[in-house]
């Protein structure tokens, strides 16, 4: 017989614990007791306490390879060391004698994770940075989607409003087989209210504050727009009206199937959207079909900085009403602006791409003291579909193609 000694769990780990749904998703602070949790749920499967003894396989994935090589250590010391058969520090694997292993893996190893049909249980830890999103949907969900009773819980304090929100949201939403939860940081009774209180006091930021310790969720501090706006702007309903104005963000590359996209947006005279396509063809005569098919008398706006200018010419000498716009940093800060303040005044609907791509955007300051826009670093972040909503915005605002608001004048002639 061996004495296995395991921390009492605090009561909302517990009660994140006691979940028997298939996938669970924890939004919770810094210092919560997420990684301890985790860690218990791998002894629990390996050992297997929940299934009459039978020990199961895990994954652990964390971020970065230091974060496993650090988890690799804590699982060592978490269970007896005579129910370990074999550790390895290099490939960061635990088998135990009755055979379950846990293997740990960092996220920028994707290609490693897949194709192993024998775990039941995936922790993802630290969620928030490294595109969950993908790396859930291409990998983990086929690997236990095999196994009846495979398993995957997904922690992180959140990181904007990147993809681990999104997926906690939609969980938080009701997501078949999916339970969400969200602690702060002041739910871990270990730690004490006035020590909190005290790096509250002493945060450089109180907006990375309020996201790392309680899950308050903003989009970055950097993000010009605002996320209840963003919300607000969301529409999945496309507009039947009129289309006043295109606007056209054409992809820098070749328009292979990983870079920029080329994208088309439509708006009605009321700032809906009522057109969108976005496409990667690697052929300039392909891409300016998708341009060619548009009602030649309908306002283009198009981002004619660099290639832009070949599909910028090519429109107008088929006979397009079209105007050219060459980025710099100054007309584009105010493109981004005049976009900004129409949300903040409800004036635009835009899908979802659009709205997904708002909370990614950042402003950088650069060395010469300008801002530079774009969306935030990551694999799958685009800012295209969003960068042709501003410039259909622009060209409805310069060229007076906005109704107004539905407001009218009377008058007696
Ligand atoms: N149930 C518990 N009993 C006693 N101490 C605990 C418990 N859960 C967590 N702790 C302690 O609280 C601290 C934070 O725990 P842990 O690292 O698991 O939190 P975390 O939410 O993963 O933190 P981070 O945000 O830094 O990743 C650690 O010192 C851990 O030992
Ligand atoms: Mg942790």
Redesign the pocket.
């Known amino acids: 017989m061996v004495e296995l000694v395991l921390?009492?769990?605090?009561p909302a780990?517990q009660t994140i614990f006691n979940s028997t749904e298939r996938n669970v998703i924890v939004m919770?602070?810094?210092?919560?007791?997420?990684?301890?949790?985790c860690i218990q749920k791998i002894v629990h499967c390996l050992l297997g306490i929940d299934n009459n003894g039978v020990g199961e396989n895990a994954f652990y994935i964390t971020p970065y390879y230091k974060l496993a090589k650090k988890f690799y250590r804590d699982l060592v010391n978490a269970f007896p060391s005579e129910l370990i058969e074999s550790d390895n520090k290099t490939d960061l694997q635990i088998t135990l004698k009755n055979g379950a292993f846990v293997q740990l893996y960092s996220a920028d190893n994707m290609d490693a994770i897949r194709g192993n049909n024998e775990i039941s249980l995936v922790i993802l830890d630290?969620a928030a940075y490294y595109d969950v999103e993908t790396l859930y949907g291409d990998v983990i969900e086929p690997m236990l989607g095999i196994k009846d009773r495979g398993r995957c819980i997904i922690v992180s304090?959140p990181n904007s409003t990147n993809g681990f929100f999104r997926m906690w949201q939609a969980a938080t939403d009701g997501m078949d087989d999916w339970e969400a939860f969200k602690y702060t940081a002041y739910d871990?009774p270990?730690?004490s209210k006035e020590r909190l209180d005290k790096i509250k006091a002493n945060a450089r930021s109180i907006i990375k504050f309020n996201q790392e310790y309680l899950c308050e969720v903003s989009a970055t501090e950097a993000c010009p727009f605002e996320y209840e706006y963003i919300q607000k702007a969301r529409t999945s309903v496309l507009s039947t009206k009129k289309t006043v104005c295109y606007g056209i963000d054409v992809a820098l590359g070749k328009g292979n199937q990983t870079g920029d996209w080329t994208a088309i947006t439509g708006l009605d005279d009321t700032g809906h959207i009522t057109y969108f396509d976005r496409f990667r063809i690697p052929s300039s005569a392909l891409q300016f079909n998708k341009m060619d098919v548009l009602d030649k008398n309908t306002l283009k706006v198009i981002d004619s900085t660099s290639v832009g200018n070949w599909y910028y010419e090519q429109l107008q000498n088929s006979g397009h009403y079209v105007e050219g716009m060459s980025f710099t940093n100054s007309n584009k800060t105010d493109m981004v602006y005049e976009f900004v303040n129409a949300t903040e005044k409800e004036e635009v609907k835009v899908n979802d791409i659009i709205a997904d791509e708002m909370q990614i955007y950042e402003a950088r300051l650069t060395k010469s003291n300008n801002y530079q826009f774009g969306n935030q670093a990551g694999k799958n972040n685009y800012d295209d579909a969003l960068t042709s909503a501003m410039l259909a915005y622009k060209g409805l605002s310069d060229y007076g193609l906005k109704s107004g608001g539905g407001q009218w004048s009377v008058y007696s002639v």
């Open positions: 921390q009492q769990l605090h780990q919770a602070g810094r210092q919560f007791g997420k990684s301890s949790l630290e304090t871990n270990f730690w």
